[in-house]
């Protein structure tokens, strides 16, 4: 079993930045791929960044390219998503997920395992 478990979320204005974190612990698997997703209320979970936890593949999707960051230290066993630029539609609960697996998914149902969600409020 993997457990993971999201920090950071929070309120900011429109334009600010918050940087949230994802700690896994329990099983690991080197073949993974980490993402977030988001849901806001009334829509459906969508695709926010994917990285694997060996190499520098990196995935995100259209509407945070060139303002979100997603990166992982192994050693913490953490993913981090870095957001910069934040709009009132980046509003929304952010999840992290694991998919053990040889390639990436941008589908909430290719991931087994989930954090708990941690709110992200952006006021305009």
């Known amino acids: 079993q993997v457990q993971l478990v999201e920090s950071g979320g929070g309120l900011v204005q429109a334009g600010g930045s918050l940087r949230l974190s994802c700690a896994a612990s329990?099983?690991?698997?080197?073949?993974?791929?980490m993402g977030w997703f988001r849901q806001a209320p009334g829509k459906e979970r969508e695709f926010v960044a994917s990285v694997k936890w060996s190499g520098d593949s990196t995935y995100y999707a259209d509407s945070v390219k060139g303002r979100f960051t997603i990166s992982r230290d192994n050693a913490k066993k953490t993913v981090y998503l870095q957001m910069n630029s934040l709009k009132p539609e980046d509003t929304a609960v952010y999840y992290c997920?694991?998919?053990?697996?040889?390639?990436?998914?941008?589908?909430?149902?290719?991931?087994?395992?989930w954090g708990q969600g941690t709110q992200v409020t952006v006021s305009s």
């Open positions: 997920a694991a998919r053990p697996a040889l390639y990436n998914s941008r589908h909430s149902t290719d991931y087994p395992y």
């Open positions: 329990g099983r690991t698997f080197s073949d993974s791929y």
